[in-house]
């Protein structure tokens, strides 16, 4: 079970209340992450992501176990604390915006 | 009783604001998606009920809502928008080419008869239409496509494409605006498109002929005269009387002629209402006194109405698509400011109240007339 910790503004969106867990099957990567977070709230597609696994949009980024991800590839395994459940997968709205 | 509904995009949400025939006391719901821009919000002419609203932030990007009773709930609907084939490149800011790349929506115009039927005006400017409630949208890529695409130059507010009118009278016919490259007519159903811009003067345009590049604010048109349309250009109020073949200025005495909304009475085709705006480098009403002009001749005279409205120490700005009009039999005016107000007028422009005082900043008002 994986654990994502999405901003305010997308839990609106998803109508989603919390962290989201999802069950993935296989390798458990950012990209695949967001494949079972898309499929679980289509409503977040194209929000985090361009459509289609599309890039990062510019103001979205991506943390685990104090690491920042955003530049990381996407299909590269993610840390075991996020893979097994005990460290959440943060997907943070940057500081911009007003 | 009929009644009225106000649909108010603003730069944090969305409101609606609800009141009977009489127009004097308001029902105030929202704010509807917090947070988010609202670029625009309006109803289906064949389903009241039937909302659409453009969503966007700067993290998140676009998103489309709809609704199917009248803004109580909403549904989150289709968000890919991508232009037909290879995009190719429009001249940027500095004259270079520039990549086409879908921003935002600025605004949604619902079929006259479909409910399901709709065309979304984006950044960078294109023609989107979706035929199944707002779920899958397409491009229609003439207008994109046409032999000036590559040369249009975003406004300073970005190359949208913020007017599109359906003429009730001439299925096929349809009107789209964008800044800065100007007017274009389909005759088609929006397959393939022209410029429309004979007769705008525009500074910084050396060609008095040139066929694009004029930076339109916002047209209107009355729908029992589809032949007649009205202009906020940057500066210059235009008309024009054949479908935008040609257009002649009708600024008149206005006391400037910049500004950005234009809107014509329900009832009345040549009564017509524009809000001047000081310049374009000082965006707010000349001497701090925010007035609608309304001219009762399709132009060119033109009389201040201020009854209701700050007449001192107003520093604030009505954007292009934030005035509307109602259909009941004393018209109702309604606009709203960047400060945040939503002023009505029930009688057609002669007294003004505010709705709201201290929304965000509003950035469009429709509204919509309701059995």
């Known amino acids: 079970m994986i654990r994502v910790a999405l901003p305010s503004h997308l839990r609106a969106l998803a109508r989603a209340s919390g962290e989201v867990e999802l069950d993935i099957s296989g390798p458990v990567t950012q990209c695949t992450v967001l494949d079972a977070l898309e499929a679980r709230y289509p409503t977040l597609r194209g929000t985090i992501r361009g459509h289609g696994r599309g890039p990062r949009r510019a103001f979205i980024r991506f943390y685990a176990c104090e690491q920042d991800l955003s530049h990381q590839d996407p299909h590269s395994p993610l840390p075991e604390p996020v893979t097994s459940g005990a460290e959440p997968y943060l997907i943070v709205a940057a500081m911009a915006g007003g | ?371």
């Open chain 2, 1 to 371: 009783m009929s009644g009225v509904r106000v649909l108010v995009g603003t730069r944090k949400g969305a409101f609606v604001l609800s009141a009977d025939g009489r127009r004097e006391r308001w029902e105030v719901s929202g704010p509807h998606f917090a947070g988010w821009e609202i670029y625009h919000v309006k109803g289906s002419p064949a389903d009241p009920g039937r909302l659409y609203a453009s969503q966007y932030s700067g993290w998140s990007g676009q998103v489309i809502q709809r609704s199917d009773d009248g803004g109580q709930t909403w549904e989150t609907v289709g968000n890919q928008f991508s232009y037909d084939g290879t995009p190719g490149t429009h001249q940027w800011y500095d004259g270079t080419p520039h990549p086409w790349e879908f921003e935002r929506v600025w605004h949604l115009e619902p079929s006259l008869d479909d409910p399901d039927t709709v065309y979304a005006g984006v950044e960078d400017a294109g023609l989107f239409t979706s035929a199944d409630g707002g779920q899958h949208w397409e491009e229609l890529p003439g207008l994109r496509g046409h032999d000036t695409g590559a040369s249009w130059q975003p406004g300073a507010g970005g190359m949208c494409l913020h007017t599109i009118i359906l003429d009730p009278g001439r299925p096929g016919r349809m009107f789209a605006a964008i800044s800065a490259a100007g007017a274009f007519r389909s005759d088609d159903s929006g397959q393939s498109w022209r410029p429309v811009n004979r007769g705008l003067q525009s500074e910084g345009i050396p060609d008095p002929d040139a066929e694009v590049g004029h930076c339109v604010h916002r047209l209107a048109m009355h729908p029992s005269r589809p032949d007649v349309l009205y202009m906020q250009k940057h500066w210059d109020v235009m008309r024009s009387d054949d479908a935008g073949e040609s257009w002649h200025e009708v600024s008149g005495n206005l006391p400037t002629d910049f500004g950005f909304p234009i809107d014509v009475h329900a009832h009345e085709p040549d009564t017509i209402y524009v809000v001047p705006i000081t310049s374009d480098a000082q965006h707010f009403p000349p001497e701090g006194k925010l007035r609608v002009y309304r001219s009762r001749t399709g132009g060119d005279e033109w009389e201040p109405l201020t009854s209701g409205l700050p007449q001192q120490h107003c520093y604030v700005n009505v954007l292009r698509d934030a005035m509307a009009v109602d259909s009941l039999d004393s018209c109702g005016v309604y606009f709203g400011t960047t400060g945040g107000q939503v002023y009505a007028s029930p009688d057609a422009g002669d007294t003004w109240a505010p709705i709201v005082r201290d929304l965000p900043a509003v950035l469009s008002v429709e509204v919509q007339t309701l059995p």
